[in-house]
Structures are given as C-alpha cells and as structure tokens.
C-alpha cells in the first residue's frame, strides 16, 4: 500500500449556479478566499479557481482571477493555484486569457467530450495553443481526461515537446454522457498510464455522488484526490454539503484511515515538480 502523501485539490466554485443548487458556493472573489483558507486548513494544498460573472454566471475576467490568486498567496502560504480553462460558458478565445498572471496551474482538457446537455469542444489546434501558452509562461498543466483518447492525446503533446514530461493528469468519472464512474476503467487507465506516460502523477475526481468513491479509490490506488463543491454540492448523496472545507475534511480523514498522510503544501509542490513557494 503506497505510504505516499496525497495532493488533496479543492474545486471551490465550478459553474453549477449556487441559488440554485447550494447556497453555500462561493462564487464572489472574497467568498472564494474565505472558502479556500478553510479548505486549506482542513488539508487542501491545491485549488482549482473558476471565475463568475456580477451575475454569477461562468465568467473569464482576468482581473477576478489575478483577485482570488492574491488572496490566496496571501492567507494560504504555499498553495497551489490552479486556474480552469474550461469551457462551459465561456468563449474559446477567453479561456486562456489570464494566464499572463502565471498561476502554478491551469487545467488543460485533452479532447472533446459530451456532458449531458452540450459538446466539450477541444479541437486539437485549440489544446496545442493552450499548451503552447502554458509552457511559455512556465504553468504545468493539469491534464483533465474526461474520456480515453484523452490520455493518448496527453501523450502525443508531450511526444511533440509541447507537454513537459513527466505530465499531471486528473482522470474525471461519473459525468453522464462521458467516462463512467467505474474501478475497473480507473485501473485500466492506469495500466496504459503507466507505459504511454511513465512517471506521471495522476488524481482522479467523482462527479456528483461517485465523488467520495472515486477518492477512495484513488487513495487505494497510489494517487491524489479531487474534492469541492464544484464536483459535489452534496456532502453524501443526500444532504447539501455545508462548505468545501467539510468536503477536504471527509477526504483528509479517509487518508488517514488508510494511512496516507496529508501532502503539506511543499510536499505536493515537490510531488508535482512545482517551483517552491
Ligand atoms: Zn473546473
């Protein structure tokens, strides 16, 4: 059983509207810090930051990013920030538009995929810009594997030197329309991981009620966890979670149940070659 210490990353915001849903998602840049200490206290050394509109629509301000960044820098020593370049709601022209403020990542879909009411469009022109644009300003990517071509798409940017080896990759299951929440097609994944990518560090994240199993399984298995309320407003399948800090809690005290320790931020920052804070 891999001893290694778990990268627990928090998805605080997503673009799931919030009064809708789960009134406790944060989606305004001050809601959004507060929300990140707490997780980052409860054990999350990574976030991953959507933006919002004034209407809380999905947004792609870069001033709102550079907004949240600091914050966090400033009240989470060390964390790692991951910017999403996404695409619900947004243009494919914004998608990059604030990575001139050079988070340590930003998440990086290597295809194109059906969510249940829309295509995920990623032509191959598009994920070769963004990658392009992330290894000039020195971002690592988070390669985000919604379906298996994804992972040999990953493979072919790095074979074409447009992806620093070794990659980060998220494999995301149980969203309806792309790849199941299943164990047998996590374990797959990482067979084929481990001989088209060696030396890659990989998460995986659960949508909606697979979330905590998909972390147990990854926990099982060697990798880092996903959580937050961009993933699961819920905290169990039933009772609206209270806040992305309950969320890494429930993560962190599963590590500890397997005897996993929680990565400190400068361990996941060596995990996953960043620079050091
Ligand atoms: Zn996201």
């Known amino acids: 059983m891999s001893q290694q210490p778990v990268v627990i990353a928090v998805a605080i915001t997503g673009s ?20 990140t200490h707490e997780a980052f206290e409860a054990g999350a050394s990574l976030v991953h930051i959507h933006v919002r509109n004034d209407d809380e629509s999905p947004g792609s301000d870069p001033a709102r990013f550079a907004e949240v960044q600091a914050g966090v820098v400033k009240h989470c020593p060390g964390m790692i920030v991951q910017f999403s370049t996404g695409g619900r709601g947004r243009e494919a022209s914004q998608r990059g538009a604030m990575l001139h403020l050079k988070p340590d990542m930003a998440s990086l879909a290597t295809g194109s995929v059906n969510f249940p009411t829309n295509i995920y469009e990623n032509p191959p022109d598009f994920i070769d810009g963004l990658a392009k644009s992330m290894l000039e300003l020195d971002i690592k990517p988070e390669c985000e594997i919604f379906d298996l071509a994804m992972l040999y798409n990953a493979a072919s940017l790095v074979k074409r030197g447009l992806l620093k080896a070794p990659p980060h990759v998220q494999f995301v ?16 994944l990482l067979s084929e991981l481990r001989e088209v990518l060696p030396g890659a560090t990989w998460t995986a994240a659960g949508i909606a009620r697979h979330q905590f199993e998909v972390a147990q399984w990854a926990l099982e298995l060697g990798g880092h966890c996903r959580t937050g309320l961009e993933d699961n407003i819920r905290f169990d399948g039933t009772r609206l979670a209270r806040s992305n ?14 005897g996993r320790p929680v990565a400190t931020p400068a361990q996941a920052r060596a995990l996953l070659g960043l620079r050091a804070a």
């Open 173 to 188: 299951m149980g969203i309806p329309g792309a790849m199941p929440a299943r164990r047998s097609i996590l374990e797959f």
């Open 16 to 35: 799931v509207p919030r009064k809708k849903d789960n009134p406790a998602v944060p989606v305004l840049p001050p809601e959004q810090v507060e929300s």
């Open 245 to 258: 800090a309950e969320l890494v809690a429930k993560v962190a005290e599963e590590c500890g149940r397997r």
